[in-house]
T-cell receptor, first 111, second 113 residues
Framework: GEDVEQSLFLSVREGDSSVINCTYT??????LYWYKQEPGAGLQLLTY?????DMKQDQRLTVLLNKKDKHLSLRIADTQTGDSAIYFC???????????FGKGTRLHILP | GAGVSQSPSNKVTEKGKDVELRCDPI?????LYWYRQSLGQGLEFLIY????????KSGLPSDRFSAERTGGSVSTLTIQRTQQEDSAVYLC???????????FGPGTRLTVL
């Protein structure tokens, strides 16, 4: 069955890099996503990666995919207080298909 | 243009009552999704509509839950005989195709007393 696992909490000092990890079980997943949910705000797509890619970089965000181990990570460089949010790892089999989410990792920024 | 809208934003109901939650997707989006976010449970897929195809109802937790999408646009999620465990934020999303085109609404917070 489909399952996405991620740790529930991460604390990082301001200015350091944050690395949020995720594992998924469905090897046929084609798209893997990272969503951000800030307090009182809606769910926002941060970035996504195709399963045939190893890495995707977008400004301070780097996504790494290890398809063999079904492991996805999100690295946020130079973490800022505005990065404080819940980050959801997610996967889908096809474009427009239902998206299966993990439980989310709450990122806490230490001063 | 306008994003995905949901109404009501908050709903408090008594156990055993029926509720209807509404989602207005982005105009022209062919795909519409319902998810549920409970405390500590992350986002749980409920149901998915794509064009004129039969909906994927595989995530609905019980037969008390149903959803319709009229005219390929507005969708209504109905929960009959609500239970306290139905309390959650119900999120709707729509998509026009492609993995980066899915947009979420603000959600409806349902509280069952």
């Amino acid at each position: 069955g489909e399952d996405v696992e991620q740790s529930l909490f991460l604390s990082v000092r301001e200015g350091d890099s944050s690395v949020i990890n995720c594992t998924y079980t469905d090897s046929s997943s084609t798209y893997l996503y990272w969503y951000k949910q800030e307090p009182g705000a809606g769910l926002q797509l941060l970035t996504y990666i195709f399963s045939n890619m190893d890495m995707k970089q977008d400004q301070r965000l780097t996504v790494l995919l290890n398809k063999k181990d079904k492991h996805l990570s999100l690295r946020i460089a130079d973490t800022q207080t505005g990065d404080s949010a819940i980050y959801f790892c997610a996967e889908s089999m096809n474009r427009d298909d239902k998206i299966i989410f993990g439980k989310g990792t709450r990122l806490h920024i230490l001063p | 243009g306008a994003g995905v809208s949901q109404s009501p934003s908050n709903k408090v109901t008594e156990k055993g009552k029926d509720v209807e939650l509404r989602c207005d997707p982005i105009s022209g989006h062919t795909a519409l999704y319902w998810y549920r976010q409970s405390l500590g449970q992350g986002l749980e897929f409920l149901i998915y509509f794509q064009g004129n195809s039969a909906p994927d109802k595989s995530g609905l937790p019980s037969d008390r839950f149903s959803a319709e999408r009229t005219g390929g646009s507005v969708s209504t999620l109905t929960i009959q005989r609500t239970q306290q465990e139905d309390s959650a934020v119900y999120l709707c999303a729509s998509s026009s195709g492609g993995p980066d085109t899915q947009y979420f609404g603000p959600g409806t917070r349902l509280t069952v007393l």
